[in-house]
């Protein structure tokens, strides 16, 4: 009786063990190739384009960073402090692009209300948010992925506070070039 109640608690465990292993994390890993997007997005640079492919970045390092919702708290703090930083990010052939539910309106009041000086592109429907395992419905969980010139997976963060994070990534940028 023992034994089998030794190998119910086992089977058990593995069960709850494998589950939640599996819903972790669905991100890409490192080294592996970056899912491709084309979005609709806002620059306030490129005031007339308005569609945004990755294969257009081929060639250059790309900080693709996911994010709930423009105007709140974590949001505006992430988002400022890649602005502060883009100019740093471009010495290294960076490009900043940050990615969320929020529609084309709603991402140019944001840049112009909070001067974000980047793309921000527009996933409704977290079709893209999801290749990079980064859909929390109805909103995209804060995630960020650097991206090499030929496309792969560099380094990634998974769950971001949003304090300092533009400063951390710059910083594993300097050290991948």
């Not at 001067?115 to 893209?128: E, R, V």
Request: glycine letters at 6%; proline letters at 5%.
């Amino acid at each position: 009786m023992n034994s089998l109640f030794g190998l119910f608690v086992v089977f058990i465990s593995l069960f709850f063990n494998l589950n939640s292993v599996i819903a972790f994390d669905y991100a890409p890993e490192i080294g592996d190739l970056a899912p491709s997007f084309n979005l609709e997005g806002i620059n306030q640079s490129y005031k007339s384009k308005k569609i945004w492919d990755s294969d257009e970045l081929k060639g250059k390092w790309v900080v693709l960073y996911f994010y709930p919702k423009d105007f709140t708290a974590g949001c505006t703090l992430e988002a400022k402090g890649f602005s502060l930083l883009k100019n740093d990010f471009s010495k290294y052939n960076a490009e900043i692009i940050g990615i969320s539910a929020d529609n084309q309106d709603s991402h140019e009041s944001f840049c112009s209300e909070k001067s974000i000086n980047y793309t921000l592109l527009s996933d409704p429907n977290g079709t893209i948010s999801k290749k990079y395992g980064s859909w929390i419905p109805p909103f995209s969980d804060r995630n960020t992925f650097l991206i090499s010139p030929e496309g792969e997976i560099k380094y990634r963060w998974i769950s971001v506070l949003p304090i300092n994070h533009a400063k951390e990534v710059l910083n594993v940028l300097k050290k991948n070039i």
